[in-house]
């Protein structure tokens, strides 16, 4: 469950020719640190775009889209 008026930072894969994407788990270390660790590789399971994530949140109240150099879709989501 989401707090009101907070925030959530979702990634999500665009390019559908990978066979396998890394897989990372984040942890907030400290207010203004993200610690980021790699687990391996999986197969996609799903792929989205701008259209389909819209209506995956569309209770909310914004959700904003930022496309990566990596290929991976930055959404940022205010409940």
Known sequence: MVKPKSYM???FHSDDK??????YTFRI???????VSQR???KPAQLFNNRSLEKL????DSVKF???RER???VIIRS
């Open 9 to 11: 930072l979702a990634f």
């Open 18 to 23: 990978l066979q396998g994407v890394p897989c």
């Open 29 to 35: 270390a400290e207010m203004n640190s993200l610690e």
């Open 40 to 42: 391996g590789l999986r």
């Open 57 to 60: 949140f569309v209770r909310f």
């Open 66 to 68: 930022f496309l990566t």
């Open 72 to 74: 991976l879709r930055e």
